[in-house]
């Protein structure tokens, strides 16, 4: 029936509105909900909260024996799409007077870098993560080119 | 002793009339009217702006402007000097006389709607025998100012808001006027001071049964349509037409338009208001009870205040709520839905009426 259909449409259509109007008073009256980041302010007083799997630049994170995860692979430099990363290999000596590939240097242009996460993904050691650490202005840009392997470091035992 | 605005007035004109001669005494009213008006226009722009942008914010999970003042109060007033000191420019290629002229149009329309608003008992600017007929008149006048500007820009954009605004008021001023109607035919007069009158043992809302909630909800729809307020801002639509029939406006002229949309919303809130809500009645329950004695000592101007913002904050509600509909959406919902339901109901009123069933 054709004013069947139109009653039921009216109120179908006050019943969706009505939906919609409670959630906004609910935000309305729960001002505890804003997510608004007051930035400058709340990193003074340390209420900055940012998302846990928020991208700002990478690091390779070293254990106390100041030793990284990082094979030297170039997975992530192949995988990087605006050539940010470089790896520049040597090759060790290890105690049975063998020849290994290991990384000398790591090269991160974080001026390049779009944080797209591709590298972290590619890595099959999980040697590279990305950090919280967003504010990234510098007076120099030659700053911006990292080295992210520490002096001194070698790759950790058992790891291929 | 009760706070009355009457008694300020008459003795005013009490003075000026001993004083002066009537003519004179006139001019002086007129002066100070004139001077009241234009003061409370400038409150509106500057609380009803910051409202608005407080209450999206916090609709939508944000905190909104929270730099100048404190809590970010003195945002529209920084905002009004920033627009003061702007170049009032006129580009080449527009038709300098009308498009000089629109954003006056819009505002002067909006000062005279005002004349027949009953703030309080008494305080009425004109309480002429046919009020709220003038005001559905003279607000739509508006719509010229808006087509006005639209045309003059010489812009597809503006010209396409205007004459989407055009088509918008002309549609809804229908089911505004026919749930106007609904009130002036319960109260039997179109006298503003008649109408607040008959609601003086209860407001009509609840009087009047289904057919004046259905006929509130009508005119609330219908009044954010006519003041070009989402979700039905089609004449300006900033995602499609940048900013429709104002695009070309800048400084002074662009917060004219500006501040007359915000005036525009405060008049039909208001007529909303008087109609529906009592306009400055006091909120009573039956008589004579201790209740009532209480609400009588809250001075009339409190209560139409409040029952205005009320309703100004209902329609921002559903502006920052709903999605802006389209050209033909907005055109379907006018005359397939709200005009039959308003005729309808048009008619279940007048039965209430004529057998007296309304309490």
Redesign the interface.
């Known amino acids: 029936m054709f004013i069947v259909d139109y009653i039921k449409e009216?109120f179908g259509a006050i019943k969706s509105?009505g939906t919609?109007?409670r959630?906004?008073?609910w935000?309305?009256v729960h001002?505890k909900?804003?997510?608004?980041e007051?930035y400058p302010e709340n990193k003074e007083n340390g209420q900055l909260i940012l998302a846990e799997r928020f991208r700002g630049e990478v690091v390779m994170p070293h254990d106390e024996n100041n030793e990284h995860a990082c094979t030297g692979c170039t997975a992530c430099e192949l995988a990087c799409p605006n050539g940010t990363i470089k790896i520049v290999t040597k090759f060790d000596i290890t105690p049975e007077g063998k020849k290994k590939k290991a990384i000398d240097q790591f090269v991160y242009r974080l001026e390049m870098c779009t944080m797209c996460n591709l590298c972290v993904e590619a890595c099959p050691s999980d040697a590279i993560i990305m950090t919280n650490d967003f504010e990234h202005s510098v007076y120099d840009r030659n700053e911006l080119t990292k080295i992210l392997n520490k002096p001194g470091s070698k790759i950790r035992d058992g790891i291929e | 002793m009760k706070f009355s605005l009457e008694y300020i007035t008459k003795s005013v004109d009490g003075w000026l009339n001993a004083t002066f001669n009537p003519t004179i005494a006139f001019l002086i009213e007129s002066v100070i009217v004139m001077v009241l008006v234009i003061a409370l226009f400038a409150f509106l722009g500057l609380v009803l702006v910051i409202m608005e942008r407080k209450v999206a914010a916090f609709m939508q999970i944000r905190l909104g402007p929270n730099r100048v003042g404190p809590k970010g109060m003195f945002q529209t007033v920084a905002d009004t000097l920033k627009l003061i000191v702007k170049e009032g420019f006129t580009p080449n290629n527009v038709d300098k006389f009308l498009f000089n002229l629109a954003p006056f149009i819009v505002m002067i329309t909006a000062m005279v709607a005002m004349a027949p608003l009953p703030f309080a008992n008494g305080f009425q600017i004109w309480d002429v025998n046919i009020g709220i007929l003038f005001i559905t008149a003279i607000t739509s006048v508006s719509v010229i100012g808006i087509l006005m500007a639209g045309w003059s820009s010489n812009n597809k954009y503006s010209l396409l808001g205007a004459m989407r605004s055009g088509a918008q008021i002309v549609s809804y001023e229908l089911s505004a006027g026919l749930s106007i109607l609904v009130i002036v035919m319960l109260s039997g007069s179109l006298r503003i001071s008649d109408i607040v009158a008959a609601q003086a043992d209860g407001w009509w809302i609840f009087k009047g049964h289904i057919p004046v909630l259905i006929s509130f909800v009508i005119f609330i729809i219908a009044a954010t349509a006519e003041t070009n307020r989402a979700p039905f801002d089609m004449a300006e639509a900033e995602s499609e037409l940048t900013a429709g029939f104002h695009t070309e406006y800048s400084g002074m002229k662009f917060a004219l338009f500006f501040l007359a949309e915000y005036v525009n919303i405060f008049i039909v809130c208001a007529v909303g208001a008087t109609l529906f809500l009592g306009g400055w009645m006091p909120l009573h329950f039956g008589t004579g009870t201790a209740f009532n004695t209480v609400m009588d000592y809250i001075p009339g101007i409190v209560w139409f205040f409040g029952k205005t913002f009320l309703l100004i904050f209902i329609i921002m509600w559903f502006r920052w709520t709903f999605p802006r509909l389209r050209i033909d959406q907005l055109l379907n919902l006018e005359w397939k839905y709200l005009l039959p339901i308003c005729l309808v109901n048009l008619l279940l009123a007048t039965i209430i009426a004529i057998a007296g069933w309304h309490f």
């Open positions: 009216v509105l919609g109007m959630r906004t008073f935000y309305f001002p909900e804003i997510i608004t007051q």
